[in-house]
């Protein structure tokens, strides 16, 4: 799916994320990339309020995710993230969780972020971006 991630991050699986089978209910796997993303946009030196206070709102305009395998309750996991630009104002992640015990792919999902102005035009200065889209492959080059 990916080449070499740009980031990565490692967790468990906590109690209340699972549902009533014993498994990760499927919503709490977008929490667990979000996490990965804001966690990678830190690590760069981008930070979102600074961002929506200068008027750029970097919103999820597409989300896709295949889910492979479940994971349970205790399950140690990495999820890893790469970063691919596609014009001047989107961006896509390529993200996978993985579980640490078998290195098995659970989840694999696609992010196609936009940055927008705050009455949702989008925006002309990426300025402020420029640390991301510095790292980003072109989106032609990613899939």
């Known amino acids: 799916m990916m080449v070499t991630p740009h980031y990565m ?47 750029i709102h970097v919103v999820v305009a597409r989300a896709e995710l295949d889910y492979l395998a479940p994971l349970s309750s205790g399950d140690e996991f990495t999820v890893a993230l790469r970063v691919a630009r596609q014009g001047r104002i989107r961006v896509i992640f390529e993200q996978a969780i993985h579980r640490t015990s078998d ?10 972020c936009a940055a927008m102005t705050a009455n949702g035009r989008p925006c002309r200065d990426t300025t402020l971006l420029t640390p991301l889209l510095a790292i980003a492959d072109d989106a032609t080059d990613a899939s």
């Open 9 to 55: 991050i490692t967790t468990s699986v906590r109690d209340y994320e699972c549902d009533m089978q014993g498994i990760v209910n499927n919503a709490v796997y977008q929490n667990y990339m979000e996490h990965c993303r804001h966690e990678f946009i830190k690590q760069i030196g981008l930070d979102f309020a600074e961002l929506t206070r200068a008027g």
């Open 103 to 112: 290195n098995k792919l659970m989840v694999k999902g696609r992010f196609t």
